[in-house]
């Protein structure tokens, strides 16, 4: 089932709802979600119906919870859960709360111009801030409320028998930092599964108090095993530290952290498919076709996997064998924008170009917003002599993401452009 965009920002009248508008719409969103899951018999069901109840949602809330569940790992049922606790979460926050977000996003995006809300980047700004917010009121508050408490109660003890902290008050330090960075991490949307050329940023608060928490846990670690108290660090927490190290890019200390996790499960999916796009981001592409190759010895059909591999194979001029992939990925998820991307790409490298255009065309019927597949046609249509499609599309590419600008004014597929006055326009237009 092809379901509607849910980017509804055209209209100069939208704006943010009220918090109690929005509760009243979360409510009657997670009645529908119980009704579905109950309905649903399968997981392509659930995952149908359960995109189609986004829609209940307001403006801009319904395509977050769309770019949370897509972003989600698992079945379609936890990917279901994940956007419910992202509402739970955002149900917890008052109405002062709620109005400062929309000051933090107003700063960073005009929430007067809903028209422009449709970029990519600007929708996943807008999730950022929410998400962040939510953890800095609903969870900060909390927490530091009990670390006070219980460095209160340490002075106390301390005072009293002139001894220092037992080791299990260490140990129960390092499980509560692991807690909050899971909490943490969970909040800002960053995935498990790790996809290759996913554009994921993490606001510099948050990477330092994930940087600072983890570095009080190393020195916590060294303490406890000196006295010999066991230190247990779960698999999917590991598997989140080395995403993170991932994402500030420090990749050396990711491929560390999933290497020391496969020592204990030398054929764990996911650990395989992220040490493989990070080998991949290195440009280390022959050992990170190895990863996703054992990967898929385990998942033989992961959509995630498959396209990461085709990606890696496009990076290597290896275009047949990528298109392969992605014909693989698309025969289990059919409107996977990774697969399809790259998908075009490769056809047109392979001097396909017609079947390319058709790709990408396709692509935008499924995400109007998506500024890559709009340059792409752009180009695409200039090399097959229609100005106006190439300058149409090219427009609304640089509208939605202005860093297409600087690509359009040296790319030789859009040379025959060159001499035209609207071009010229756009390429000197910068977004507001």
Known sequence: MKFPSLNRFKSPEKSFPTLEELDKNIAKFKAK?????????????????????????????????????????????????????????????????????????????????????????????????????????????????????????????????????????????????????????????????????????????????????????????????????????????????????????????AIETYEYILKRNPTKMAILNNKGVVLDSIEEHNSALECFNKALERVPENVHVLSNKGISLYKNEMYQQALECFDAALKIDVSYVNALIFKGHSLYRLGKNSEALDLYNRIIRLDRGNAEALYNKACLCSIKGDEYGAITSLERAIRLDSSWKEAASQDKDLGRLKNNSRFKGIVNYVSN
Do not use: C, H
Not at 38 to 56: G, V
Not at 204 to 212: L, N, T, Y
């Open 33 to 253: 979600i119980d009704e579905v899951i109950k309905e649903s018999r399968d997981d392509y069901a659930l995952k149908s119906t359960a995109k189609d109840s986004f829609l209940i949602l307001p403006a801009p809330f319904d395509s977050i919870a769309s770019r949370i569940y897509d972003d989600s790992p698992g079945s379609a049922r936890e990917r279901t859960e994940y956007v419910l606790s992202f509402f739970n979460n955002l149900q917890s926050i008052d109405t002062a709360q709620y109005n400062r977000i929309l000051t933090r996003i107003e700063g960073t995006i005009s929430i007067k111009e809903p028209q422009y809300w449709n970029s990519q980047d600007n929708m996943k700004k807008i999730q950022d801030i929410i998400s962040s917010s939510i953890k800095k009121n609903s969870t900060v508050t909390q927490t530091e409320n009990n670390q006070i408490q219980k460095r209160q109660e340490s002075v106390q003890i301390q005072a009293i028998t002139t001894t220092p902290a037992p080791p299990q008050d260490e140990n129960a330090k390092f499980e509560e930092n692991k807690a909050y960075i899971v909490k943490i991490l969970a909040g800002t949307g960053l995935p498990l599964v790790l996809r290759s050329e996913q554009n994921i940023t993490l606001q510099d608060q948050v990477k330092q108090e994930i940087s600072s928490l983890l570095e009080e846990n190393s020195k916590l670690k060294e303490k406890l095993l000196q006295t010999d108290n066991p230190v247990i660090e779960e698999d999917e927490y590991l598997l989140r530290i080395a995403n993170f190290y991932y994402l500030i890019g420090n990749s050396q200390k």
